[in-house]
């Protein structure tokens, strides 16, 4: 199955750049690229992606007020931003508004592509140092006394989501079988009360749950 991807941008050079990559990968097709998100429902109706990378700093609309928008109107449809920032303010403000991961555009090609696929199958990819600032800006908040009753290989694998793990690097350091993965993450969303793995992640780290 190919994978058709939105890109809402509005660096020329970093829209040709990634268009390029999509299309050269066997498993994406680059359906659209808009410089600004002036039509942002209407232009992703016309592509029908399977998923949005979003910039955040554009014209008009910014790339948060535009992926609260989606959430609103598409709560299925996968949000990647893509950013040079770092800011924790825009980082928060980009999880609040539903997006599904967090990626600098700086990160190399392969992982860039290997993100895009594990936000395809339900992951929260984040570039590393990201994933180190949900941590730390989480880490003063009071533990949760509710239980949610998770095993202990839930909660391993659970810790593996936070650290930004793959379902499939989590198969292979839980030396597992990927549906059995699927099948653990799945029991963590029912007893979390979530339905994503980026809500889990953040429900995990606010009531220090791994």
């Known amino acids: 199955m190919t994978n058709r991807i939105v890109i809402f941008d509005d660096n020329e050079e970093r829209l040709k750049s990634v268009e390029m990559l999509l299309n050269l990968s066997p498993d994406f097709e680059c359906a659209g690229t808009f410089k600004n998100c002036n039509k942002l429902l209407e232009d992703i109706a016309r592509c029908a992606p399977h998923l949005i990378l979003m ?8 790339g948060i007020e535009a992926t609260r928008l989606i959430r609103k109107n598409l709560d299925l449809l996968p949000v990647i931003i893509q950013t040079i920032f770092e800011e924790n303010e825009k980082i928060f403000d980009s999880l609040r508004a539903g997006a599904n991961g967090y990626l600098l555009k700086k990160t190399p090609p392969e992982k860039f592509l290997e993100s895009l696929r594990e936000a395809l199958d339900g992951g929260a ?7 180190s600032k949900v941590l730390l800006y989480f880490s003063a908040e009071q533990q949760a006394t509710k239980e949610y009753h998770l095993t202990e290989r839930e909660k391993l694998i659970l810790g593996l989501l936070v ?10 350091e839980c030396k597992i079988a990927f549906n059995t993965v699927n099948n653990h993450i799945r029991n963590i969303y029912d007893k979390l009360y979530v339905n994503s793995a980026t809500e889990a992640v953040s429900l995990a780290i ?5």
């Open 206 to 210: 606010k009531e220090r749950l791994v």
């Open 163 to 172: 650290k930004g793990y793959s379902y499939k690097m989590i198969a292979n």
């Open 125 to 131: 990819p984040m570039t590393g140092s990201i994933a």
């Open 55 to 62: 910039d955040i700093d554009m014209p008009g609309m910014n």
